[in-house]
């Protein structure tokens, strides 16, 4: 029996634990975290983002599960906003070529 092996570039494996290890260290170091907040990497302040890992992390807890439920429903409309963008792009591209090819 042939077992198929996926291969991995050890160049691509670099990179991903570098990228990784470079957000780690911006979550803990907010100097990093607000050069790459000015570089566009992140959107939250330094302050939002540590309140919105700690209401994360304490989830279980009945203080925290409340806003954690909030934390959770903006996020699905986030992403439910993301994939519209996403169809309404493709549904215009199909008009405009659609109307591109009956001319």
């Not at 050890?10 to 290890?21: D, E, G």
């Not at 429903?73 to 906003?81: A, G, V």
Request: hydrophobic residues 45%; charged residues 20%.
């Amino acid at each position: 029996m042939l077992v198929a092996v996926r291969r991995v570039c050890p160049l691509a494996q670099v990179f991903s634990w570098w990228t990784m290890q470079e957000a780690f260290d911006a979550a803990l170091h907010e100097d990093r975290y607000n050069a790459s907040l000015v570089r566009g990497d992140r959107r939250l302040t330094y302050l939002a983002f540590q309140g919105a890992m700690m209401i994360s992390l304490y989830r279980d807890e009945p203080r925290f599960h409340q806003p954690f439920q909030i934390l959770k429903i903006l996020t699905d409309i986030d992403s439910l906003f993301t994939k519209w963008r996403c169809m309404l792009s493709l549904c215009s591209c199909l008009v405009v070529s659609n109307d591109i090819n009956a001319k």
